[in-house]
């Protein structure tokens, strides 16, 4: 798959590199469940899993490999021929598949890990590119820990696996060390140095142990990649990965500063959000951008009143626009005058029911006493005062 200049394709690996930092793996049936979710939100690529590691793991890559119809399912395999061959076996029953190889290029991970040389470590890479070509066109390769890799050995290491075949290349940044400059300056030095770079899309894949990975995909992507890996909620190994809804959001909400594009249908987050967190029994931190339940709520009595006059006072996006019916006003002891008369409102009184004076102080002191103020909550203040006048 070819991206185009101005097109980020995104590449999701919940199935794999989310699922593997699971206390409780999913069963097949929950896998299909996200990848068709994955599907419907517009995810190019789908990493479904990595089948030479289990039986239930190369069964559920197939599985999903044939229920997929527009998105491209995908297997990981180390840079072993056993391993590309259960992925060609695992996704050769759709009409097009990806395999994705990959091997470490730090000297860490060379040296205390692979123990090969570097000249030996290229030749591995450049022999696993070849063979899954002879199954697939679409073939990516990952620099294992890229970030952390020097860049002479990165450049040397990409142009022999873009010579070898890949058309994709992915430059991860697997222990999530870099910083956006950092980042940004590794894939601008791959755009400079590597001559047959025009031949295959940059990937990223950036994990958030420093909580960058968000912050480093867009440096990334600023700076000419166009692939971006990521996991629905931020989910993988440790702090996990890209949050496939921070970064599609960050696309959308910034499209006239950035210029780029993407196939994410942006009103499918919050289903795919909560669908993931449900069955990963992974929760969603309440203040996490975009999906977390506060992400649209105002609880200030400014805010509110704000967001009443016009959205955008507060709202950079709207709830509707990642598939949240509305957003929620707070009622607390902040909360003003106006955001009360709203809320009786929308809850069905006129404002000659009640008066508004009187029901705000007993609101405000009921809210002094018990913090957040509910729906039934008021209407048992406009219950009660009522009563006070009919005796
Ligand atoms: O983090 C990483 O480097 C990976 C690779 C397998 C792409 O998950
Ligand atoms: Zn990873």
Partial sequence: MTADTDRVLFFDTTLRDGEQALPASLSAKEKLQIALALERLGVDIIEAGFPVSSPGDFASVKTIAQSLRTAIPCGLARALPADIEACSDALKSASRFRIHTFIATSDIHVNAKLRKSQQQVVEMAVAAVKHARRYTDDVEFSCEDAGRTHIDYLCRMVEAAINAGASTVNIPDTVGYTTPTEFAGIIESLFNRVPNIDNAVISVHCHNDLGLAVA???????????????????????????????????????????????????????????????????????????????????????????????????EIMTPESVGINKNLLNLTSRSGRHVIKHRLTELGYQSTDYDLDTIYQAFLQLADKKGQVYDYDLEALLFFDQQKHEQ
Avoid at 241 to 269: D, F, G, P, V, Y
Avoid at 280 to 302: E, L, R
């Fill in 216 to 314: 480093n995909s867009l440096a990334a992507v600023e700076k000419g990649a166009r692939q971006v890996e990521c996991t629905i909620n931020g989910i993988g190994e440790r702090a996990g990965n890209c949050a496939l809804e921070e970064i599609a959001m960050i696309l959308k909400t910034r499209q006239s500063h950035l210029n780029l594009e993407c196939n994410i249908r942006s009103t499918e987050i919050s289903r795919t959000s909560k669908l993931v967190s449900q069955l990963c029994n992974m929760p969603v931190q309440a203040n996490k951008a975009i999906v977390g339940a506060n992400a649209f709520s105002h609880s200030s009595g400014i805010h509110q009143d704000g967001v009443l006059k016009a959205q955008n006072t507060y």
